[in-house]
């Protein structure tokens, strides 16, 4: 298995930060596209126009870029593989007990299909989206720009109760604004 940490957008959150603790728990290779091809854009080696269209999903030169980081990884590896395999013969025994508990067994993803708040600023999205934007269907549009590209955790493992939720489109910095899009909201 190996983790591929993706990001062309600064957000100041990245998935990363959630998936290389777990990846290094169970020991799992992984590469970071934050810490090798981002580093290099924001170098001006490359601008996020000429590796993605929508500022986090790699073109075909990202994708080529990304798919050279796996292969150096892999190849480290291969390179490396009798030294990896003595250090760990030890390890490989059993997987470690679990990072943590199943906090997302019963989750649910709420879209306009099976949620329906109200929506000051927002309207739902019932147009149907095909090819690779499939999974941008069902969510809600804001009237309003902004510049959001990523998940954010708004509550880990608190009260099981009926929590509300109230979502609010700030003014962003005129070159980063995008269309808003709420994709959905998982609920655990």
């Given at each position: ?105 019963n989750a649910e ?20 989206k095909t090819g ?19 998940l954010e955790p ?35």
């Amino acid at each position: 298995m190996l983790v591929l940490n993706n990001v062309f957008y600064d957000t100041g959150i990245n998935a990363q930060e959630y998936h290389n603790p777990v990846a290094d728990h169970y020991q799992v290779p992984h590469v970071s596209i934050r810490d090798s091809i981002y580093e290099e854009m924001k170098a001006g080696k490359y601008t996020r126009d000429e590796l993605t269209s929508d500022g986090l999903h790699p073109n075909d030169l990202g994708h080529g870029l990304v798919a050279g980081e796996i292969i150096r990884l892999l190849e480290y590896i291969k390179e490396h593989r009798r030294e990896i395999l003595q250090e760990k013969k030890d390890e490989i025994t059993a997987l470690p007990e679990a990072l943590t508990g199943n906090a997302y067994e019963n989750a649910e993803r709420l879209t306009i299909r099976n949620a329906f708040p109200a929506l000051w600023g927002f309207r739902a999205d019932a147009e149907e989206k095909t090819g690779h934007l499939d999974c941008f269907k069902n969510g809600w549009t804001g009237r309003k720009t902004g510049d959001c590209l990523y998940l954010e955790p708004l509550l880990h493992h608190g009260e099981e109760c009926i929590h509300t939720v109230e979502i609010e489109i700030i003014e962003s910095h005129k070159e980063d604004q995008v269309p808003f899009y709420l994709l959905s909201l998982i609920v655990a």
